[in-house]
């Protein structure tokens, strides 16, 4: 950042911006702490603002100061470490040992918990480890009651799709954010800072771009010597050094971000001095942890400058130094390494490098770490390289890369057979299984669980025998043999009891609940998969843990128990985030964006899916999960492309053999069939699902599947325990299935159940909630019954009662803004649109974040300056189809704010 006479230039707003956030903390804010993203490239003066924040800051204001460094793998919670660092507080002592991450996360919640006010600042966040950003995730999620201002500075030319910091980014809905983009000087700056230095300042302004950094360095040489790149500039001042200042910035220059004082002794002893020089020019910075260039950009250059040769000579200095350290930092010392190419060195530390990583949650770190000793694996013993692929394979099906797990367990199993340790070799097929079925294979992936359960019983391994039993009857449960996996998991689950295994033991009652979900019906199922989740939460069984809330999801979203899956989501997505099990994380996202499809919020469903589908990689077989309901979307939108998306799901899902993988492919494939007018397409659903969904636990999808059949062919039926609104539906009582479905609050199906009148008016309303949603395909079936009904004058557009909201508000969440502005309690309005009070919080949650606002008052206030945006379908204020009651409202009514004419069928 450029500065003129000891302050920053042009830089009055931003400062502000970051001041504002610290008096509405000492305020006392109701909305608790806030984030402040301050963006910009590299050189543009982040660095400097924070700092000149913290000086104009010196009150007794606590500020706590990280940064991430740009290592080949960074230091798990490394800014965190040193933002702690000499505090004495509870983050600082939790970060002081090999804590379990819950510890850390609670430490970091009770450092700014207290009274009084706090400032986090992270530096170069675009280069922080997934464990900072999983601390970093839980306190914004629980800012509302914490006393912390959260300042992060990155890159945001640097983040792609796809880099690990879009998902903090995108999750702080709903939080205070400040966001701060720093842009370059202006000519007049730069020829202010130009003066008295005998170069243009115009010059100068287009020579660098107004970037800060850039400028300074410009003007810090002779104006004779004009530099074409930054890296000139930096190398003119260099060699204006004296021989020994310059070589020791040389060696400086391969350590990234800092280098500490005991590792600067360690590579200079007596003649740290000599670097004197280079801090009197601006180059080096001495801080309170140890030595600094003044910019990244510097070192970079300078480190650029040096032969390779050297710099491999330089990163062997330095990790003989790091040896030397009693506790030396794993990451730095392996980074050097790599880069000394110390082969030595690498396979004595990557590989518990890695394991150290992936115990702190940074899972891509611990990755690169054991890729690195992959490369020399060669020399390692037969056992030590059977530890390191297995390590390595586990963490790439945590990271969602299955495939590649795949390959790697493949190669754990081959080692551990040559090691001819059967115990070892059959937990590694137990874990090669599920990398497996993660790809879709499910007959490969059964196969090795059985050969594992097979390897083991002449183990004399109990405990390990148990866990491929729990596996084995996880695939049984998940191909519909139900009646096997309830009698091999009871089994199990005493020897897994006796055996001290309490994380199979909750393994066991999570697929148990599955598989008796299937035979008997939800409420049992239900029961042992809570249990299941309490059992592995409390035994710190993390991996299961997540397993438990992707099933449970699953099974509370078929049996329509919303307001219950909204909570385990919600609960969910926070632990699996926060323990950085991605492949999970991917199962709950999908199912939340089927929440939202369900609850009409189209829009974020819509792009939920979207970077669940285009962004995330292959996601293996959940695939199945997120491409049938996204393809669906498409469908209801008249998008071309749906129909080859979902035969393609279709495929898949007769692949894998999943349940639920053929019902999401299969009944969406239905739909489009009925809205492309492709019958043939259902006939293959009808043929494989309808047998596979007679069991009591898959009525939800029997039902759902018969009713869009019945679209397609009348005279559909319902069966036995066919589940509500369906039933109503199958017989042709379309004011009972649209009333449970407003009620439930799917606009959808709503629209879909009214289309089935015989009088206009709901016909008409249904063609008005259909273009509100965007569902141009149904919408086009809906005139056309219209015009067999008799109405010839058709509304082109959306009446003014369902045109699109200006602030994207679904039409349900219009009714609750309207009810909300009248100033009734959630209470109120659950009752008067008979839903659960639940529900109503989660609207109110979502109007608030797309209005922008942050109190039902404001909202208010904001709905009754905009003027209200009339809907239908709110008890009390309904405009057509089916009143309260579900009784028909008479022919002559108000439809979309016009009144149409019952003898002629016309809209006037």
Same mark, same amino acid.
């Given at each position: 950042?450029?500065?003129?006479a000891g302050?920053?230039i ?15 903390l ?18 543009i003066g982040?660095t400097?603002?924070?700092?000149a924040f913290?000086?104009s ?9 990280g ?15 040193e933002?702690a ?7 600082e ?20 918990g207290?009274p009084d006010p706090?400032?986090?600042i992270v530096?170069d ?27 992060l500075t ?5 983040l ?15 939080v ?6 720093l842009r ?11 003066e ?18 850039y400028v300074?360095?410009?003007? *810090? !040489?002779?104006?004779?010597?004009? $530099? #074409?790149?930054?890296?000139?500039a930096v190398? =003119?001042?260099? +060699? /204006? ?16 971000t800092?280098?500490g ?14 670097l004197?020089e280079a801090?009197?020019r ?11 260039f ?6 970079r250059?300078?480190?650029?400058s ?7 000579e ?7 130094v ?6 030396p ?9 790599v880069?000394?190419d110390?082969? *030595? !060195?690498?396979?004595a530390?990557? $590989? #518990? ?5 992936a115990? =702190?949650?940074s +899972? /891509?770190q ?10 020399h694996?060669?020399?390692?013993s ?6 390191l692929?297995d390590?390595?394979?586990w ?23 040559g ?12 874990r ?7 790809t879709?294979?499910?007959?490969e992936?059964?196969?090795?669980v ?8 002449d ?8 866990? *491929? ?7 049984l449960a998940?191909?519909e043999?139900a ?12 020897e897994?009891?006796d055996a ?5 033991v909750?393994l066991?009652?999570?697929y148990?609940?599955?598989a008796?979900?299937?035979v008997?019906?939800p409420?049992g199922?239900?029961r ?7 059992l592995?939460?409390?035994g ?5 843990t997540?397993?438990?809330y ?8 078929r ?19 926060d ?6 994380a991917?199962?709950?996202e999908a199912?939340?964006?089927l ?22 990689g ?8 997120s491409v049938?309901?996204?393809a669906?979307?498409?469908?209801r939108?008249?998008?071309e492309?749906a129909g ?7 495929a ?6 999943s349940?639920?993988g ?12 009925w ?5 043939e ?5 009808r ?6 969904t007679?069991?009591?636990g ?5 039902a759902?599947?018969?009713?869009y059949l019945?679209r ?7 069966f ?12 042709g ?9 407003r ?15 015989k009088?206009?008016?709901?016909v008409?309303?249904?063609l008005?909630?259909?273009?509100g949603l965007?569902?141009t395909?149904?919408a ?30 679904t ?40 209005l922008?606002?942050?109190?039902r008052?404001e909202?208010?206030a904001?709905?009754?300056?905009q ?7 709110v008890?009390g204020?309904?405009?057509?189809g089916?009143g309260?009651s ?7 009514t108000?439809?979309g704010g016009?009144?149409?004419?019952k003898?002629?069928?016309k809209?006037?």
């Open positions: 950042m450029a500065r003129m302050a920053i042009e830089r009055d707003l931003e400062l502000g911006v970051l001041a504002a956030a610290v008096r509405g000492r305020a006392g804010s109701a909305a608790g702490g806030s984030i402040v993203l301050v963006t910009g490239e590299a050189g982040k400097s603002l924070v700092r913290q000086e800051h010196r009150d007794g204001l606590r500020v706590l100061v940064a991430c460094d740009d290592l080949m793998a960074p230091c798990g919670l490394g800014p965190l470490r933002a660092c000499g505090t004495g507080g509870p983050l002592r939790a970060l002081g040992g090999a804590r379990p991450r819950e510890e850390v996360f609670a430490a970091a919640a009770a450092e700014f207290g706090a400032v986090l530096e966040v675009h280069w922080a480890d997934d464990g900072t950003l999983d601390v970093l995730r839980y306190l914004a999620r629980r800012l509302v009651v914490l006393r912390v201002v959260i300042v990155f890159r945001n030319e640097v792609g799709a796809g880099h690990p910091l879009q998902e903090l980014l995108g999750g702080l809905g709903g205070a954010v400040r966001r701060v983009p370059p000087l202006s000519p007049a700056a730069v020829r202010t800072l130009a008295g230095t005998g170069r243009d300042g115009a010059a100068v302004h287009e020579l660098t771009g107004g970037n800060p950094f300074t360095e410009a003007l *810090a !040489v002779p104006p004779e010597e004009i $530099p #074409e790149t930054v890296s000139d190398l =003119a001042r260099l +060699r /204006r050094l004296g021989d020994a200042c310059r070589s020791a910035l040389e060696q400086l220059s391969v350590v990234p800092y280098v004082f005991a590792l600067a002794e360690g590579l200079f002893g007596s003649r740290l001095d000599v004197a801090e009197e601006g180059i080096l910075l001495v801080r309170d942890e140890g030595l600094a003044r910019h990244e950009l510097a070192r250059a300078i480190a650029q040096v032969p390779a040769l050297r710099r491999r330089f990163n062997r200095a330095v990790v003989a790091l040896r030397e350290q009693e506790s930092d794993l990451d730095r010392l392996v980074h050097h390494a880069e000394a110390d082969v *030595a !060195v690498i396979l530390f990557a $590989p #518990e490098a890695g394991r150290r990583a115990r =702190a949650g +899972r /891509r611990a990755i690169v770490h054991y890729e690195a000793a992959l490369r694996a060669g020399e390692l037969l056992r030590e390289r059977a530890a692929v390590d390595y394979a963490e790439l099906y945590n990271t969602h890369r299955y495939p590649e797990a795949v390959i790697a367990g493949s190669e754990a199993v081959t080692l551990y057979e090691l001819g340790d059967p115990v070892l070799l059959g937990e590694a097929l137990v090669l299984s599920r990398h497996i079925f993660m879709g294979r499910t007959e992936a059964e196969a090795a059985v050969r594992a359960v097979g390897v083991l019983e183990a004399e391994s109990p405990s390990a025998l148990a866990q *491929a039993h729990a596996n084995h009857g996880a695939f998940l191909t043999r009646e096997e996996a309830i009698e091999l998991l009871r089994q199990t689950r005493q897994a009891t001290g295994r309490t994380d199979v909750a066991c009652a999570n148990l609940g599955m008796a979900t299937e008997y019906g409420d199922g239900l042992l998969l809570r249990g299941s989740l309490a592995a939460k409390g710190g069984h993390h991996e299961y997540a397993r438990a992707t099933n449970l999801g699953e099974l509370l979203y049996f329509g128990r919303y307001d219950d899956l909204d909570l385990s989501l919600e609960e969910g997505l926070a632990f699996v985030d323990h950085g099990f991605w492949s999970h991917y199962n709950l199912h939340r964006c929440l939202q499809m369900r609850r009409g919020d189209w829009k974020a469903a819509r792009e939920g899916l979207r970077r669940l589908v285009e962004d995330a292959d996601p293996g077989m959940l695939f199945l999960y049938p309901p996204y669906r979307l498409l469908a939108c008249g998008d492309q080859s998306l979902l035969g393609e799901a279709w898949r899902a007769r692949r894998h053999r349940l639920l053929l019902a999401y492919a299969g009944i969406a494939y239905v739909e489009w069939a809205l492309a007018g492709v019958p397409a259902a006939d293959q659903v043929n494989v699902l309808l047998p596979r007679e069991r009591q898959a009525a939800p999808l029997r759902e599947l018969l009713r019945a397609i062919d009348a005279g559909g039926t319902g036995p325990g066919c589940p509500e609104p369906y039933a109503s539906g199958l017989r009582d379309w004011q009972r299935a649209a009333a449970a479905w009620r439930i609050g799917d606009p959808y199906e709503t629209a879909l159940e009214l289309a089935e009148a009088q206009p008016g709901p008409l309303e249904a008005d909630i259909l273009r965007g569902a395909a149904a086009g079936k809906v005139r056309a019954r219209l015009r067999a009904l008799g109405v010839t004058r058709l509304p082109r557009g959306p009446a003014v009662a369902t045109r699109t909201h200006p602030a994207g508000l039409e349900r969440q219009a009714d609750v803004l309207r009810l909300l502005a009248q100033g009734l309690t959630n209470a109120e309005i659950a009752d008067r649109l008979v839903v659960s009070v639940r529900t109503v919080d989660h609207h109110v949650s979502a109007i608030l974040g797309k922008g606002v942050r109190s008052r909202a208010a904001l709905h009754g300056a003027g209200e945006v009339p809907r239908p379908g008890p204020l309904w405009t057509s089916i309260t579900g009784d028909p409202i008479p022919a002559s108000r439809i016009r009144r149409q004419n003898d002629s069928h809209i006037e």
